[in-house]
């Protein structure tokens, strides 16, 4: 028989068995009182377990374990109210009870399925905290989910407490050993992590109206993120770098290289919006005496014939403040070639259409100064063309002259830029305050950090390299790009985060894109050669393997074979888990039957020697073009793409919990306004995934201690790489995994015994 058949016969007859897992406490009239480690999904049909044991957990220090106690309605128990005794160890040592959480697991109703192979049903997920006595009811499981963390500098050893359950006339203790291993783990996770987090979904779910309110919600957000030993993709929402860029005259459109009617660049002004008008402008403002004629006059081509384009001139006083009202724009009809228009401003006579109505007066006697405005396209008030709203128009040698002296006021109207001026400044100040708390004192493992000037592309498409008017290929863009990311570069070495920014600027590009990867990964290596790029690969193969430092495929679509030979030079690996695939692969699922699979997720990422993870959004909670009403996740599980213009309720379904390991305090985001000055509730998902980011830690641990080891501990070198090497009985591939924790649970026990050893005997 099939090695791969077998096992998974094997797990299959494990799964059926596991709803009998968990181990009895203690019955009486009222309740059925049991528990289970907390890797385990307890579901409302899950029997009381027969077997009896008390509850004994294992955990090294700076580490957080969890567990369930489950009361099991045997009547209706009103009332009850939980407490909780502080650990304490035979020495008098203390955990203190601030150290440990209690947490309902609330049942969530999953309507639609994930996929074929998933159920609809009833399915514990959120964990809202312990605040107020609850019910039991008869005939129903209430499971508690505990939480204890283990201090750094804990003495090693055994830890008594005791959970009382209380009502009116009724009392039950449960009495809870913890071990505490002789070794710590790392203040920062070893596996990286980006999770990305949607600040608007914070301040609209939580009603949040100020920035003072958001940063405080911001904030608790974090410091769960802390907690549960995940990254945020991005920490330093309004504490980016500030970048700052003179020598461009001209902003809003493109110095195009492409189509000029004279000297190297014409300035191309496009506008694709087709709710609103965009302009260009020039960026200084002209002086000029109310009492004198003005021309302006350019050279101008259109992308339609009898496209209607528009220039405007805006008049301002001493102070600088724009007059309302004292606008003077015209509109043009362009032409597919060039021609030229100009604008005359005579201060006698004012400008009139069919001699009778007054378009605009002469500049007012309050102008000082005046300001030059481009429009690509405008609408046609007088009916001679029928055209989108939409459209590019190129400018070239504008002049803007004094009639009486003929002297150009416009120093920069033929786009001719001086390279030399061009110069990118960057302030550290507010970026440097937030990173030196997430990096440095939370131990978030790294930071995305975007580059719009490469024109963030995705599978759909991709665009061309744009820094402040420049494109890609042009001796100005190099210049800007190079001075931006060199000093980026500079910076983050100079404080110490060199290699925990991560440059991840498109994502799941296809194929047939590879090109333009390629193109944009050089032009950072070029300018920055330290910098860490990333890559997100729907499709990864060897074509793409070289050009980035960190690749992070679908985990479905790692390849192990054709990904090793990169790795052993030095390329990094991570994978990521999404809306797809469904069952049987490992997945992100609230209605996915086993809570192991995130624990065996950073198990196989230690087999195939990965070293990060990344899910798209934790807070993923509406999607907008979805419905008029925002949805409530509480009642509604599902995660939908209503994105790239599909009409209103025309979605796709990402999953259950797609993009979504935190719960909004909001229960009725619709009705209840109330301003939740609150940080989120977590899930079984993302508790199970912690344990599975601290499994890994123990692995890299005694990884570190066999490669230290003296050639006198060879025997337990070879026991250690037993343990290291990750089995197919625990995990094959992401569709071949051991559905019974006791598998990874007994691997980590005895992981956690060798590592005491090596410690003693490196100590002694």
Known sequence: MNKLLALSIIWTLSVISLFSQGYLVRKDRAVSIWWTEGVYKIMQEHKTPSVKKNVQIYSARNESESFQVVLTGRQTLRNVAVTLEAFQDKNGNEIDTSNVSVRLVEYVHVKNASGLQHKPGLYPDPLPAYNEPFTVNEGENLPLWITVYVPPGTPKGDYISALTFHSEDWEQKVSIKLHVWDFAL?????????????????????????????????????????QYRISPQEFYEGNEIKKSVTGIPWSGGTYDPDTVFEGRYSFQVNDRNYSSTLAASYSELIKIDYRKPYN?????KTCREKQVY????????????ELPYDIKLKRFYGSTSWQVDSLYIDPDLPFFYKDEMMIYRPFPREAVYAGIQLYAVLNDPYGLTSQEPVGTTWFDNI????????????PHGDFEVDIHQLKVSLNF????????????????????????ELREGNYYGRTTQYFNGFVGGTPEYEKLITSYLSQLQDHLEQKGWLGKEYLYWIDEPKQEYYWFVREGMEIIKKAAPKLTTLITENSPGPEIMDVTDIGCPVLARFNYDSSKPWMDKGREMWSYLMTWPKLPHLNLFIDNPHAVDLRVWAWLSYKWGLKGLLCWCVNYWDSPGISPEKQSVWDNTMQYFGGYNNPVGGAAEFGNGDGMFFYPPNRQPETDKRAYITGPVPSIRLSVLRDGMDDYDYMKILENYVSKASPEQATLVKQAKMLLHIGDEIVANDTVYAKDPRVLLKTRREIAEIIEIFKTRNTQ
Do not use: W
Request: net charge positive; hydrophobic share 35%.
């Open 296 to 300: 302006m006059k350019f050279r101008v």
């Open 399 to 410: 002049l803007f002259e004094d009639v009486i002296t003929k002297e150009n006021l416009l």
């Open 310 to 321: 528009a220039v405007a001139i805006k008049c301002y006083d001493k102070n600088r403040q």
């Open 186 to 226: 790392p203040p920062s996770p070893s596996m990286r992590s980006a999770f990305g987090f949607y600040g608007n979904n914070v301040k609209k779910y939580h009603n949040l109206k100020s920035t003072e309110d958001y940063l405080k919600v911001q904030e608790l957000y974090f410091q769960t993120f802390r």
């Open 429 to 452: 100040d507010d970026f440097d305050n937030a990173a030196g708390k997430y990096l440095d004192e939370y131990g978030f493992t790294g930071f995305r950090y975007k580059i719009p």
